[in-house]
């Protein structure tokens, strides 16, 4: 098996372009941090806070971070304050609307947090058709220092955060699209001049390493007339123990099998319990892996399997991508065993 190395090596990427791209998604990034610090600090001036936070969901990563702060304190936000605007930033995720606490000290949500705090607080979400973007929290060591009025102007100060959130990350977006793009048309091209099946295979584990974010990686293939599949190529530490592994078509417990039998893409969550068989534990190593996996398919004939693992859930990004290498290694490798079939004719 190979571990993602490959004698044959993708041309050198042209950046003409892409950089152009890559510099406007970094120039809006540090536009953004700065636009929210001014907003957030307007924010608790207008509202009379001595605090206030930005807090952003990260929905690829189902966790949210503190994006902007601002604080009267002479050294800093303290990691308390954080604790406690972030955990209010739960309430709010949960619930959909604002949090509005006169006394910080008496209030159950922030005794659930186990965090001593004095004084009270406002909290407005961001929400775009009720997905949750992030939450503008503000607080004030004075007991009931804020009214309705102030509510509503931090209510509107989140949306306008949210507006710039949301633009930016469309920018991003298209970035990642684009480089995206890029990489595939490389493989393409590296691809197309290799004749070795081999050399095909490291190809692709060196596009899925570049592609896809997963800690493990197996490219099965399958030989016409047979009844199995064959580990030949792969990234990740597991991988090594599936090299010669033969899976059988009929597996019950097998994703790959499965996959190879339907001819169609699966993706299997990590609380799945449907496959658990030897390969998949080999995959998951012993761990709660999710998995996704993509026929290998040219003109009717399957060519193998490829099956990535990884903690995090795969999105359908990562199945349109998978699918999209899939298309470029099938017709490779139909090519490379004509190739090699006539070699061995004319022997």
């Not at 190809?203 to 896809?212: D, E, F, H, M, P």
Request: hydrophobic share 45%; aromatic share 4%; with cysteine.
């Amino acid at each position: 098996m190979t571990n993602g190395g490959s004698s044959t090596e993708m041309q050198p990427v042209r950046r003409t372009k892409s950089y152009a791209l890559d510099t406007l998604e970094h120039q809006a990034v540090k536009r953004l941090d700065a636009h929210l610090k001014r907003l957030v600090e307007r924010a608790a001036i207008l509202v009379g806070a001595a605090r206030g936070t930005l807090v952003v969901s990260d929905p690829a990563r189902q966790s949210i971070s503190t994006s902007a702060v601002y604080t009267q304190d002479p050294g800093g936000i303290r990691q308390a304050t954080v604790h406690l605007h972030e955990g209010m930033t739960r309430w709010v995720a949960a619930h959909r609307t604002a949090a509005v606490i006169e006394d910080l000290a008496l209030d159950p949500r922030v005794q659930e947090l186990g965090t001593l705090a004095v004084g009270s607080l406002l909290g407005a979400p961001l929400l775009q058709d009720q997905q949750f973007i992030g939450a503008l929290i503000v607080s004030s060591p004075s007991i009931s220092a804020f009214r309705p009025p102030h509510l509503r102007l931090l209510e509107t100060l989140a949306d306008l955060a949210c507006v710039a959130i949301l633009q930016a990350r469309q920018i991003e977006a298209a970035s990642q699209q684009s480089q995206e793009l890029r990489i595939q048309l490389e493989l393409a091209r590296a691809l197309s001049m290799v004749e070795e099946s081999q050399k095909l295979l490291g190809l692709a584990v060196a596009g899925i390493r570049r592609l896809v974010r997963c800690e493990e990686a197996v490219i099965f293939t399958h030989q016409p007339g047979t009844n199995e599949l064959y580990g030949v190529a792969g990234l990740g530490t597991q991988s090594a123990q599936l090299a010669e592994r033969r899976i059988a078509l009929t597996d019950p417990q097998s994703v790959t099998a499965w996959v190879a039998q339907q001819r169609r893409p699966l993706l299997h969550s990590s609380s799945a319990r449907a496959f658990v068989g030897p390969v998949t534990e080999a995959l998951s190593a012993q761990q709660e892996m999710s998995l996704l996996s993509v026929p290998l398919l040219f003109q009717e004939q399957l060519w193998g399997v490829i099956t990535l693992a990884r903690p995090a859930a795969f999105e359908t990004s990562d199945l349109r991508t998978m699918l999209a290498i899939s298309s470029l290694l099938s017709p490779a490798l139909s090519r490379a065993e004509r190739i090699e079939r006539g070699r061995v004719a004319d022997e």
